[in-house]
Nanobody
Framework: VQLQASGGGLVQAGDSLRVSCVASGRTFSGYAMGWFRQAPGKEREFVGSISRSGGLTYTPDSVKGRFTISRDNAKNTVALQMNSLKHEDTAVYYC??????????????WGQGTQVTVSS
């Protein structure tokens, strides 16, 4: 499966932003999907995942209450809605697909990433 993330940009602290990822190739609904981010000089961080049907999601405490994951299997897309953005949310955001479960999530396929920059 090929993944293409988009929707990143420059926003101000407190703003909201929605990044999306479109999948092509094999059956999208056959994969759990996840989002990660990586800031300069830092390790990649998991920010959430969603089950194949979209009925189950997981978000870590670091972003819980601010980030929400959703998917539309008819459109082969997964989205990450980010609210109340903080400067420390600045990173490249990656989507990933997993042949396994939505949590714990292990990415088997990765998109190219989209840059999110939050000005303070």
């Amino acid at each position: 499966v090929q993944l293409q993330a988009s929707g990143g940009g420059l926003v101000q602290a407190g703003d909201s932003l929605r990044v999306s990822c479109v999948a092509s190739g094999r059956t999208f609904s056959g994969y759990a999907m996840g989002w990660f981010r990586q800031a300069p000089g830092k390790e990649r961080e998991f920010v959430g995942s969603i089950s194949r049907s979209g009925g189950l999601t997981y978000t870590p405490d670091s972003v819980k209450g601010r980030f929400t994951i959703s998917r539309d299997n008819a459109k082969n897309t997964v989205a990450l809605q980010m609210n109340s953005l903080k400067h420390e949310d600045t990173a490249v955001y990656y989507c990933a697909a997993s042949r396994g479960t939505y949590y714990p999530f292990r990415g088997d396929y990765w998109g190219q990433g989209t840059q999110v920059t939050v000005s303070s």
